[in-house]
């Protein structure tokens, strides 16, 4: 291979975050380097090993042109809590949160294993609600632990942050669709009357899933009694009215002052992950932003990125928002390699933004997705589509390569419906003038892809 080739070359990795076996396939073949075992329901949701071991084993069984990495969480905050007879919570001895964090790490090392990459799998440490300091130490206590398990010793470790824009929270939390949402997935907490955001949980219940996923009320209106006999309020619970549960905020932790996480904030994770040994750092959302439509990447107001996301609403509108800018994105690529760390982007990347990421910031090493390459399932006897729920879509190899990088073969991938909105038609044709070696398609209800005339 010649000089210049060699110069060109790059390793940039696409991230997907699977629930099972099949997705775990339909991430290969798309295009995905790095497989992720996660539970949907949650930003970092915790994944039983077994499952971890059976997406292994599909990765193992699957042919993979490219080398293919395996990653698991160990959650999404470390935090432990005594939880006392009148409900508060008291935190837990940071003694004991590094003992199971560590504990947590070596499991879903091993795990993973060795054989589907002789390195061993990437172990993702969320750090969200914890200080600068407090987070170092997590991270610190899951690498040396780690360095030492033998043949897992060269287990990668990455940090992840999430990234907020409280703002933008605090004007979509009450939505409608972005409550019923929350309560299917359990991020809500009983409250007194007057709190502010305060709803009655009845009239959401509709969204309630029992164990097995199933709808636990359907169409009927609950009283307390039959919600707390449902588990979905505490025991003894005589009313109905609950609130979302908030992020944690930066200002809360020392991040910075601010409600968005700006370069104060992400300059304290980055450096806080490199001190503690940590091999790599994402910046992901936590999934209170994710069904509210706020996204990592913002592409409004740019000058280099075309703004599709402004094409991109929900059935009731709600058009996707983003956190980040390109130069805070930038800043954090450039300040994780001049730490020595790798940098991972997450939270809602959908195909537009990453196909102008990948050449906008070439530098970036990985891109992470779920929300952004599933599809509801289709029922294989009745031909109908399954529930449109982040846990119940499902991943298809089409979708993944709109987020996979240029070189590795990602094309645009824009959803159908997109095709109504006005304007559409002139951004697509300006993004596609600034990047004439993109392919357009269009992606109908299951992912099918239409090429975009
Ligand atoms: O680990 C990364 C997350 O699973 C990304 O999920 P998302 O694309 O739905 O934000």
Not at 75 to 86: I, K, S, T, V
Not at 379 to 398: E, L, M, Q, S, Y
Request: charged share 25%; with cysteine; aromatic share 4%.
């Amino acid at each position: 291979m010649g000089g210049t080739d060699s110069a060109n070359r790059t390793d940039r990795r696409l991230l997907v975050s699977v629930f099972g076996p099949q997705e775990a396939r339909e991430a290969v073949l798309g295009g995905a380097r790095i497989i992720d075992s996660e539970d949907p329901r949650s930003a970092l949701g915790t994944i039983k090993p077994r499952r971890i071991m059976d997406i292994a084993d599909a990765v193992l069984a699957v042919h993979r042109p490219l080398p293919v990495q395996l990653s698991t969480n160990i959650g999404e905050d470390q935090l432990l809590f005594r939880r006392a007879p009148n409900g508060l919570a008291i935190a837990k001895s940071g003694y004991e949160q590094l003992g199971k964090s560590a504990q947590a790490a070596l499991g879903v090392a091993a795990a993973m294993g060795t054989r589907v990459h002789p390195a061993g799998g990437i172990v993702k440490v969320g750090v969200d609600g914890m200080r600068a300091e407090q987070a170092a130490e997590v991270i610190a206590e899951v690498v040396a632990t780690l360095r030492r398990a033998g043949d897992l010793s060269h287990t990668r470790v990455m940090a992840v942050l999430f990234a907020q824009d409280l703002e933008l929270w605090a004007a979509r939390r009450a939505l409608p669709q972005v409550r019923r949402a929350l309560v299917g997935l359990g991020e809500y907490h009983p409250c007194a009357p007057g709190t502010p955001g305060a709803f009655d949980l009845a009239d959401f219940a509709g969204a309630l899933l029992d164990e097995d996923g199933s709808p636990a009320f359907g169409s009927y209106r609950p009283d307390a009694a039959e919600l707390v006999a449902a588990g979905a309020l505490p025991p003894g619970s005589t009313d109905t009215l609950v609130a979302v549960t908030e992020p944690f905020a930066h200002a809360d932790h020392g991040l910075t002052p601010g409600p968005r996480t700006d370069r104060r904030a992400i300059a304290a994770m980055v450096e806080a992950a490199a001190a503690a040994g940590a091999d790599s750092i994402m910046l992901d959302t936590s999934i209170l932003l994710k069904v509210a439509r706020i996204g990592l990447i913002s592409t409004a107001g740019s000058t280099e990125l075309v703004d599709l996301d402004r094409h991109d609403r929900d059935a009731h509108g709600l058009v996707r928002s983003g956190i980040l800018g390109l130069d805070e994105i930038r800043f954090f690529v450039e300040l994780c390699h001049a730490h020595d760390l790798e940098a991972n982007l997450a939270g809602s990347v959908q195909s537009h933004q990453a196909q102008q990421v990948w050449r906008l910031v070439p530098e970036v090493d990985q891109l992470s997705a779920r929300g952004g390459v599933v599809a509801p399932a289709r029922d294989p006897h009745t031909g109908r589509a399954g529930r449109g729920t982040r846990h119940d879509r499902v991943v298809r190899r089409t979708l993944v390569s709109g987020l996979v990088p240029p070189e590795q073969g990602g094309r645009l991938v824009l959803p159908a419906r997109m095709a109504d909105s006005p304007g559409l038609r002139e951004d697509l044709d300006t993004l596609l003038k600034l990047h004439p070696d993109l392919t357009a398609y269009q992606a109908g209800a299951y992912g099918e892809l239409t090429p975009w005339e």
